[in-house]
């Protein structure tokens, strides 16, 4: 069992920056791999961002993101996290900390625990 909570979203104007934080915990957290999805209203939940399992430092990006965010791990304690830079109006959604085991990683599908999310909101 694995638990995921999501903190760090707000509001901050186009061109701002924000870091969100996942704390995870739970016994078999080490077996899993973290990522990051975001929803705005009235559309489905897409991949943000992700690390690949354990021991691996590889990291994946959505192109919509790419050279802005970067995703990091606390490797000195069961964190993550997704720095957001150059932040756009169409960043604005809420956004999802994830855990997997196995599947593909930009499927929702793959991940099997979700946090309740943070909201992000970018204005123009």
């Known amino acids: 069992q694995v638990q995921l909570v999501e903190s760090g979203g707000g509001l901050v104007q186009a061109g701002g920056s924000l870091r969100l934080s996942c704390t995870a915990s739970?016994?078999?957290?080490?077996?899993?791999?973290m990522g990051w999805f975001r929803q705005a209203p009235g559309k489905g939940r897409e991949f943000v961002a992700t690390?690949?399992?354990?021991?691996?430092?590889?990291?994946y990006y959505a192109d919509s993101v790419k050279g802005r965010f970067t995703m990091s791990r606390d490797k000195a304690k069961t964190m993550v996290y997704l720095q957001m830079n150059s932040l756009k109006p169409e960043d604005t959604a809420v956004y999802y900390c994830?855990?997997?085991?196995?599947?593909?990683?930009?499927?929702?599908?793959?991940?099997?625990?979700w946090g309740q999310g943070t909201q992000v909101t970018v204005s123009s």
């Open positions: 690390i690949s399992f354990s021991g691996n430092n590889t990291y």
């Open positions: 994830a855990a997997r085991h196995s599947g593909s990683y930009i499927y929702v599908s793959s991940y099997d625990y």
């Open positions: 739970g016994r078999t957290f080490s077996s899993y791999a």
